[in-house]
T-cell receptor
Framework: DAGVIQSPRHEVTEMGQEVTLRCKPISGHDYLFWYRQTMMRGLELLIYFNNNVPIDDSGMPEDRFSAKMPNASFSTLKIQPSEPRDSAVYFC???????????????FGQGTRLTVV | AQKITQTQPGMFVQEKEAVTLDCTYDTSDQSYGLFWYKQPSSGEMIFLIYQGSYDEQNATEGRYSLNFQKARKSANLVISASQLGDSAMYFCAMRVSYNFNKFYFGSGTKLNVKP
């Protein structure tokens, strides 16, 4: 398996523009997570899905952020409009949920480094 | 509330020596899992080791072992025979059964291995 695939790897955009980050989870994984990593706040969980359904979006910072998972093999995280404080590395991760699911680690993508100028 | 605490922002260790990275957690749930991840400077997140709350033995994976002290709610990572390639950020994470697939991450520890 190719692992979790994120695109783009790097994104530079101007303030006010719409940004869409993409993620392809590992085939067969029924959980998908979006994280944001910054020096100040560390690794924050933004939202996660189970079987394409959003379970917990309490980490989404503002209404400018939205995430979708139209099918089991694709998810997007959209920021509209983008602001400089959104600059961060955004990770997508996926996992299975065997039993209670606790013994299944999350597999991370390479991340998207977003810079909003 | 669930919480993971890593109190060591940065650590140094001499090559070939062992090092312990601290992690304490807080949960009222009886069923949970604890994980350690490594993040090298290249940025990817690499899973290292897992410990379940009901596991009686401490987990080991090669040079990595997890010193699990349930009563103290600690899950320290021990790296034996440190190598230069071990220099990285290390994150402790937890999953709990009531919200069983939500990962809680600590703030990380930056490990530097000196030659």
């Amino acid at each position: 398996d190719a692992g979790v695939i994120q695109s783009p790897r790097h994104e530079v955009t101007e303030m006010g523009q719409e940004v869409t980050l993409r993620c392809k989870p590992i085939s067969g994984h029924d959980y998908l997570f979006w994280y944001r990593q910054t020096m100040m706040r560390g690794l924050e969980l933004l939202i996660y899905f189970n079987n394409n359904v959003p379970i917990d979006d309490s980490g989404m910072p503002e209404d400018r952020f939205s995430a979708k998972m139209p099918n089991a093999s694709f998810s997007t995280l959209k920021i509209q409009p983008s602001e400089p404080r959104d600059s961060a590395v955004y990770f997508c991760a996926s996992s299975t949920g065997r039993g209670f699911g606790m013994n299944t680690e999350a597999f991370f993508g390479q991340g998207t480094r977003l810079t909003v100028v | 509330a669930q919480k993971i605490t890593q109190t060591q922002p940065g650590m140094f260790v001499q090559e070939k020596e062992a090092v312990t990275l601290d992690c304490t957690y807080d949960t009222s749930d009886q069923s949970y899992g604890l994980f350690w991840y490594k993040q090298p400077s290249s940025g990817e997140m690499i899973f290292l080791i897992y410990q379940g709350s009901y596991d009686e033995q401490n987990a080991t994976e090669g040079r990595y072992s997890l010193n699990f002290q349930k009563a103290r709610k600690s899950a320290n990572l021990v790296i034996s025979a440190s190598q230069l390639g071990d220099s990285a950020m290390y994150f402790c994470a937890m999953r709990v059964s009531y919200n069983f697939n939500k990962f809680y991450f600590g703030s990380g520890t930056k490990l530097n291995v000196k030659p």
